[in-house]
Structures are given as structure tokens and as C-alpha cells.
């Protein structure tokens, strides 16, 4: 190889591993808490206030009215992440014929780690027929 080749393939492959390491760090950023990003977590608990397991909770995004669910662990613990911080959240959980009262997770509230515990404590309202 001529000197002139290898001076270009080193050229080359030094701008390969910048493009990487960018890339990696890129998705480090995402991927960090300081992504911008927000989580909630929380248990559901019982009346009596035991753990609820296989309790489903609702989180549902107020602007654009989807709804994601998530069963709770043999522990009643719940998680969802990667939530908006500029979006209003409300959740709540029901399991059988009980519900928890329905919680707002405001775009004010600037946390990016909130915790909300959901009691079962009401019945549900039956549907119309």
C-alpha cells in the first residue's frame, strides 16, 4: 500500500469510531435520567392495605387519551416509564369489583421519578346496559 492510501484508511477509520462513540453516547443520553423523560411507580394495595397482586393499572396520557395497563407484581408493584413531562397522566387500578380513586400526574410537577400508591377501597360503578 502506498503511503498516501494508508493515510486515508486511517483518516477513515478514525472518523468511523467518532461516528460510534457518538452514537453510543447518544443513546447513554437517552437512556439517562436526565433524558427528560419521567417514570411513575407505585404499589396497589387492598383495603386492609396488603399488597394487591395482578391488580391492572391505568395510566391514561389526558391529550391524546391512550391508555396503557400494567398488572401488578405477585408484590402489587407497578411501573411505567418513559412518560412525557409535558403531558397530564391519570391512574388509577381496579381489580375484580373494586377501584382506586383516579390520581393526576401533573406536567407541572417537575419530578422525574413520582410515587403513587393505589388503594382499592370503592366499588366499581356498574355499566349501563
Known amino acids: 500500500m502506498a ?7 486511517a483518516a477513515l477509520l478514525g472518523l468511523l469510531l467518532v461516528v460510534v462513540a457518538a452514537v453510543g453516547l447518544t443513546r447513554a443520553q437517552d437512556q439517562s435520567p436526565d433524558s427528560g423523560l419521567r417514570s411513575v411507580s407505585g404499589s396497589v394495595l387492598d383495603k386492609n392495605e396488603d399488597p ?3 391488580a391492572i393499572v391505568y395510566l391514561q396520557n389526558v391529550r ?10 405477585e408484590h402489587g408493584e407497578y411501573r411505567f416509564s418513559g412518560l412525557d413531562p409535558n403531558v397530564d397522566y391519570e391512574i388509577h387500578a381496579e381489580h375484580d369489583d373494586m377501584t382506586s380513586a383516579n390520581h393526576t400526574i401533573s406536567s407541572f410537577d417537575n419530578r422525574k421519578v413520582i410515587n403513587v400508591t393505589l388503594k382499592l377501597d370503592k366499588q366499581k360503578k356498574a355499566k349501563n346496559k
Do not use: C, G, M, R
Open 64 to 73: 391524546t387519551l391512550t391508555v396503557k395497563t400494567y398488572i401488578s407484581s
Open 52 to 54: 394487591l397482586p395482578n
Open 3 to 9: 503511503k498516501n492510501e494508508i493515510t486515508k484508511l
